[in-house]
């Protein structure tokens, strides 16, 4: 007797699934992701219980015809890389494929979808992973994914989701993320049918970050920039007397992916020097631009950092562009010796 078999799809797409579907969180990263990737100007996100009951993610972007759309639910199937010469350039979120194959592969889902050039739109009904209905409509340009009852068919995985608050408070800060990282991008936040956050109508990153924080205000946050031929890294950060005892305000993006690194967020607060009291963090959005040949991102899509071709180069200007909005900060005298 032979002992060794291959595993048939449908058990190694479930077991894939535990990569991309970490939580609710991470299934509203991949379809935000998604939005924007297909230039979306406007993003609404609406989630129920904690995103277990129910997550939606419309948008206006390009939109898929019928004929992509069915192809969007197969397993590596991506209209973002042809090559793996095209990571090298890549300028989008999505290069996998493999987001909407596995979500729709342990979840009831609607994907509807209205194509550039379409006029009607698709509604395609999938039950884990298998579309079970087709449904034309009348629609504006843009998609609409929505997604009922998360792992309902891997029962034991879907009682490692955290409780309705916790998997809740995780979409919440998946969202500032996206409202601070993307700012030329509507969004709207429901969450069990309040209005949490709605973009609409603020103008600039500062408005959005005091919306994020209503415990601040405009005169504390500090405007800085510093630009070379490689990189541009620029945002605000607050005075040396706002603070939070811990590093939930330090927002640092990469390219737009929010990223999660000691080494970026020690840099930063080196750029406070001593005005910062130990275990005093600043609340901070950061924003890092570079060449993406100087970055790598081809990294497990749940991990939180990236690698750089010249990490010192982007550390010292971090530090540095902090340094400087916090000296020039007019009436606000304070001492900051070197390190
Ligand atoms: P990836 O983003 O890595 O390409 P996904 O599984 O997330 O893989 O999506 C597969 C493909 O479906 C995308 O490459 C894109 O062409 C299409 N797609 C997914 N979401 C959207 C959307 N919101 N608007 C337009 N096209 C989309
Ligand atoms: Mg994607």
Redesign the pocket.
């Known amino acids: 007797m032979i002992r060794i078999h291959e595993l048939p799809g449908e058990v190694v797409r479930k077991i894939a699934a535990g990569e991309v579907v970490t939580g609710c969180y991470s299934v509203l990263k991949?379809?935000v992701?998604?939005?924007i990737?297909?230039g979306?100007s406007f993003v609404e996100i609406e989630i129920r219980s904690g995103g277990k009951e129910y997550i939606k993610?419309r948008?206006n972007?390009?939109?898929?015809t019928l004929e992509?759309?069915r192809?969007?639910l197969k397993p590596h199937?991506?209209?973002?890389?042809a090559t793996i010469e095209d990571l090298d350039s890549l300028s989008?979120?999505?290069?996998?494929?493999?987001?909407?194959?596995?979500?729709a592969s342990v979840s009831r889902m609607l994907l509807s979808?209205v194509g550039v050039e379409d006029t009607l739109g698709v509604t395609l009904e999938v039950t884990a992973g298998e579309v079970i209905g087709e449904k034309f409509f009348n629609g504006a340009r843009?998609?609409t994914?929505e997604v009922f009852d998360l792992l309902f068919n891997t029962p034991a995985r879907r009682k490692f989701l955290k409780s309705v608050s916790i998997e809740g408070r995780m979409v919440t800060e998946m969202m500032q993320r996206f409202i601070l990282s993307f700012h030329s991008v509507d969004f709207l936040y429901i969450r069990d049918g309040q209005k949490v956050y709605d973009t609409r109508g603020l103008t600039g990153i500062e408005d959005r970050v005091l919306m994020i924080y209503p415990e601040l205000s405009r005169r504390d946050l500090l405007p800085f920039k510093e630009e070379t031929r490689e990189m541009r890294i620029e945002g605000l950060v607050t005075l040396p007397v706002r603070t939070k005892r811990n590093r939930m305000g330090e927002n640092i993006f990469v390219n737009g992916r929010y990223v999660r690194q000691f080494e970026l967020n020690y840099a930063l607060e080196r750029g406070y020097g001593e005005a910062l009291e130990k275990g005093n963090f600043p609340f901070a959005v950061v924003f890092i631009q570079i060449d993406p040949v100087e970055v790598d991102v081809n990294i497990h899509p749940q991990k939180l950092e990236v690698k750089f071709a010249s990490p010192a180069t982007i550390l010292e200007g971090l530090k540095r562009a902090v340094r400087s909005a916090i000296r020039n900060a007019g009436s606000f005298s304070i001492d900051i010796r070197p390190p």
């Open positions: 991949e379809l992701e998604n939005s990737d297909a979306a993610v948008d972007g390009t939109g898929m992509e759309a192809l969007s199937t991506t209209s973002k890389i989008t979120f999505g290069f996998r494929g493999e987001a909407l194959s596995t979500i979808t843009g998609t994914v």
